[in-house]
């Protein structure tokens, strides 16, 4: 190997975290951002580094125009998807204070969930301004638009992602706790105490892929989503289920398991006032294989 292939390895794999950040934002999907990372670092090698004074922009700008062109594709597989469509979760089991405000808001699934109603272009130009604070000029050479053109295009978003976002935002503890009396109550089959950590106008999101049974369409209100709940764990609670308490998208969740060593879904929420807004459950197995 010689010292110019080391240099562009050292050089790519210093960017590799902050590229798969971008491209996980973009495209809501770890299988397709890693694609991209991919075929990025078989362009890099391909390329006249010499002729490059900014590494990390001229990546970022290679992983924009790549998530920008799968985007478009991505949108009408997704139209044709059953039931809706949600980004494959992330999860771990502990973060760092420094990891959680890397995180922030903009990769909760709830957000992402709502930047699926971008374009293409808006997504790619609010994701590179208001989460990576990439300048404008910048991001115009990215998107073949006008520096002008491109704040336009951020702003639009930013407007669509406050309006179509998360009802309110809660400090860590508060949501956790929320979480956790939603856990408990559900494993214990008690309605009461379910109604009482849903918001009244809570919204239940489901997507199964149409591979596990799963809701096609979103379900509205403490009570409906209350009976759902109890349902599904009369159907599918059996002595070998579980769940554990974990981050999803850097905010508290919950991971069931069907046996020891089986993920069946995934659940992130959004919490106002101590309740619960939005239910976020992954159970389609293709979303979740990359859990192990």
């Known amino acids: 190997m010689t010292d110019v292939d080391q240099t562009a390895i050292d050089a790519f794999e210093a960017q590799r975290r902050y590229l798969g950040a971008v491209a996980y934002r973009l495209l809501g999907s770890l299988a397709d951002a890693q694609d991209v990372l991919q075929e990025a670092w078989l362009r890099w090698q391909g390329v006249d580094r010499a002729g490059v004074d900014d590494p990390r922009a001229y990546l970022t700008t290679v992983v924009t125009r790549l998530c920008y062109d799968q985007l478009g594709s991505a949108r009408a597989r997704r139209e044709a998807y059953f039931g809706e469509w949600l980004p494959e979760p992330v999860v771990s089991t502990d973060a760092t204070p420094d990891e959680l405000a890397e995180l922030g808001e903009s990769v909760s699934l709830a957000v992402l969930a709502v930047m699926e109603q971008l374009s293409p272009a808006e997504r790619a130009a609010f994701v590179l301004h208001d989460v ?137 929420f959004t919490v106002t006032d101590g309740r619960i807004a939005e239910t976020y459950v992954v159970v389609n197995p293709e979303k979740l294989s990359h859990l192990g």
Do not use: C
């Open 132 to 268: 990576f604070s990439v300048g404008f000029d910048e991001i115009a050479t990215t998107l073949d638009r006008t520096p002008q053109a491109a704040r336009q295009l951020a702003s639009r978003a930013r407007r669509r992602v406050r309006e179509g976002g998360r009802r309110g935002t809660v400090d860590p503890a508060e949501h956790r706790q929320a979480v956790t009396a939603f856990a408990a109550a559900t494993a214990r089959g008690d309605l009461q105490a379910l109604l009482a950590v849903l918001d009244p106008d809570v919204v239940w999101h489901s997507d199964g892929g149409g591979v596990v049974s799963a809701g096609a369409r979103p379900v509205y209100g403490a009570d409906k989503v209350s009976r759902l709940v109890a349902g599904l764990v009369t159907r599918w609670y059996t002595p070998e289920s579980s769940y554990a308490h974990v981050l999803v998208n850097g905010e508290p969740g919950l991971l069931f398991l069907s046996a020891p060593d089986r993920i069946a879904g995934v659940m992130a």
